[in-house]
T-cell receptor, first 115, second 114 residues
Framework: KAGVTQTPRYLIKTRGQQVTLSCSPI?????VSWYQQTPGQGLQFLFE???????NKGNFPGRFSGRQFSNSRSEMNVSTLELGDSALYLC??????????????FGQGTRLTVV | AQSVTQLGSHVSVSEGALVLLRCNYS??????LFWYVQYPNQGLQLLLK??????LVKGINGFEAEFKKSETSFHLTKPSAHMSDAAEYFC????????????FGKGITLSVRP
């Protein structure tokens, strides 16, 4: 069974631009979560989707948004990029209802650099 | 709100020595606890998790952790370190209940000396 796939793996953008990152969960998983990882802040929760509905949201500005499609694939979008948005963005999928006791399976991440 | 504290950012051990990575958590409701490992330029991989039942949890690669409610701790151990264990380790907590979110500690980098 294929793992969580994130595309692209690496991305360089200019301040003020917008970016869209993609995540394909493990087949059959309907819960998808996104995290931002930086050396200073560590791993921070962005949002979680289940069956196309946002179920939970972290403390990020409105420039960060996401969505989930009917096939459970998810995208996140960051508008008006800032230098501080440079980070590794990780996507994770979970089986079943994606409840609190279930394992999150992580992708390899998208490394976003804003210049 | 829940939180995770991983004291220190870097631990160095000799190959064959005991590995002990500390994790303390706070949660207003009974939590589920996880340890993840991250190798360079990779995503996170689950080492082990505590949900309910036995407080000593065994995971992959010889790691284990013990849930101690009275100490609000979930320390990770391995009796004998191997060079391949060098990586970053994250403790995470997720409270029970609907719509809870997974909260990670800052992570600890483990180095293994030959």
């Amino acid at each position: 069974k294929a793992g969580v796939t994130q595309t692209p793996r690496y991305l360089i953008k200019t301040r003020g631009q917008q970016v869209t990152l993609s995540c394909s969960p493990i087949s059959g998983h309907r819960s998808v979560s996104w995290y931002q990882q930086t050396p200073g802040q560590g791993l921070q929760f962005l949002f979680e989707y289940f069956s196309e509905t946002q179920r939970n949201k972290g403390n990020f500005p409105g420039r960060f948004s996401g969505r989930q499609f009917s096939n459970s694939r998810s995208e996140m979008n960051v508008s008006t990029l800032e230098l501080g948005d440079s980070a590794l963005y990780l996507c994770a999928s979970s089986p079943g209802q994606g409840g609190p006791n279930t394992e999150a399976f992580f992708g390899q991440g998208t490394r976003l650099t804003v210049v | 709100a829940q939180s995770v504290t991983q004291l220190g950012s870097h631990v160095s051990v000799s190959e064959g020595a005991l590995v002990l990575l500390r994790c303390n958590y706070s949660s207003s409701v009974p939590p589920y606890l996880f340890w993840y490992v991250q190798y360079p330029n990779q995503g996170l991989q689950l080492l082990l998790k505590y949900t309910t039942g036995a407080t000593l949890v065994k995971g992959i690669n010889g790691f284990e952790a013990e849930f101690k409610k009275s100490e609000t701790s979930f320390h990770l151990t391995k009796p004998s370190a191997h060079m391949s264990d060098a990586a970053e380790y994250f403790c995470a907590v997720r409270p029970g209940g609907a719509n809870s979110k997974l909260t990670f500690g800052k992570g600890i980098t483990l180095s293994v000396r030959p």
